[in-house]
C-alpha cells in the first residue's frame, strides 16, 4: 500500500522581474510503501531540496500532486499546514535544530506541547522512544551539554514522538563523526524494522546504503532507481557509487 504518491510534480521559479525561470523539477513521479526505506540522491542543484521541501509541505509545486495517505499535500490551505506537517510528518535535519535553551527531553516533546498534548501522555510516548535512542538517561541535560550523535538522537526522538505517517530526513549523518553516523544509521534501520516509513534526502553513499531503494535525481527527474534485494550494505554502495559515476559523466535514463 502506498502512503505517499508523487505524480507529475513541476517547480518553475521566476526571478524577482520575471525576466528568467528556473525549472527545479521537471515531471517527478514516485510512490513509496507502508514501511519503506527510500534514500534520494543527487548532486548539487539536481532538485533534491526543492523536492524535499514540497514533500514537506514547506513549499508548493507548479503543478502535480503529491498524496500522503490520499491527502492532497498541495490543496492544504495555508492555515491548516503548520498543524498538517505536526501531526504527520517527522523531521530530521542535519544540523538538530535543537533549542539550546530547552533540555533534551522539552526539544522532544515541543511538537506534543504545540499539539495541546497532557503531560502524562508526553511522558508516556517518551519513555519507550527515548530508551530505543539510547537517551535515556540524558535526556535533562541541554544540547550543549552532549555531542552531535547524541544530539542527532534527541532529534530522531523528537520526529518519532508524534507518530508520523512518514519520517522525513535531510542529510541526518552530515554533521556527525564517523563513530555516531554509524550509530544513527543502526538505529534507523532498527526504527524502519518496526514499520516506520523514511524518506532520506543524502549526498552520503554510506547512509544511501543502508536504505531498501534509492531514488537518482538528475535534473529535476527521477534518472534511475536501485532496489536493495538480496544486496549487502557493501554490495549496494558500490552500485550506488558505479550509478553516481554514470550520472556525473551523462550516462543514459535506466
Not at 553516481?244 to 543514459?252: D, I, V, Y
Amino acid at each position: 500500500m502506498s502512503i505517499l504518491e508523487v505524480s507529475g510534480l513541476k517547480k518553475i521559479y521566476t526571478t524577482r522581474f520575471g525576466g528568467n525561470h528556473v525549472e527545479a523539477l521537471k515531471n517527478v513521479n514516485f510512490s513509496v510503501e507502508q514501511g519503506e526505506y527510500v534514500a534520494i540522491m543527487g548532486e548539487s542543484g539536481s532538485g533534491k531540496t526543492t523536492l524535499l521541501n514540497i514533500l514537506a509541505a514547506l513549499d508548493r509545486p507548479t503543478s502535480g500532486t503529491v498524496l500522503l495517505d490520499g491527502r492532497d499535500l498541495t490543496k492544504i490551505k495555508e492555515s491548516d499546514v503548520s498543524a498538517f506537517r505536526r501531526d504527520h510528518l517527522g523531521f530530521v535535519f542535519q544540523e538538530f535544530n535543537l533549542l539550546d535553551t530547552f533540555s533534551l527531553e522539552d526539544n522532544i516533546f515541543l511538537p506534543l506541547v504545540l499539539a495541546g498534548k497532557p503531560h502524562r501522555e508526553m511522558q508516556k510516548r517518551l519513555e519507550p522512544v527515548a530508551a530505543q535512542l539510547g537517551i535515556a538517561d540524558i535526556l535533562k541535560k541541554y544540547p550543549y551539554e552532549v555531542s552531535g550523535g547524541q544530539k542527532q538522537r534527541a532529534a530522531v526522538a523528537r520526529a518519532l514522538i508524534t507518530n508520523p505517517r512518514l519520517v522525513l530526513a535531510d542529510e541526518p549523518t552530515g554533521a556527525l563523526d564517523s563513530k555516531a553516523t554509524d550509530e544513527l544509521l543502526r538505529l534507523l534501520g532498527k526504527i524502519n524494522k518496526t514499520g516506520q516509513t523514511i524518506l532520506l534526502v543524502t549526498h552520503s553513499l554510506k547512509a544511501a546504503s543502508h536504505a531498501g531503494r534509492i531514488l537518482f535525481i538528475k535534473d529535476g527527474e527521477v534518472f534511475h532507481q536501485l532496489y536493495r534485494g538480496n544486496n549487502t550494505n557493501e554490495q549496494l554502495y558500490q552500485k550506488i557509487s558505479d550509478t553516481l559515476t554514470l550520472l556525473a559523466t551523462g550516462g543514459e535514463r535506466q
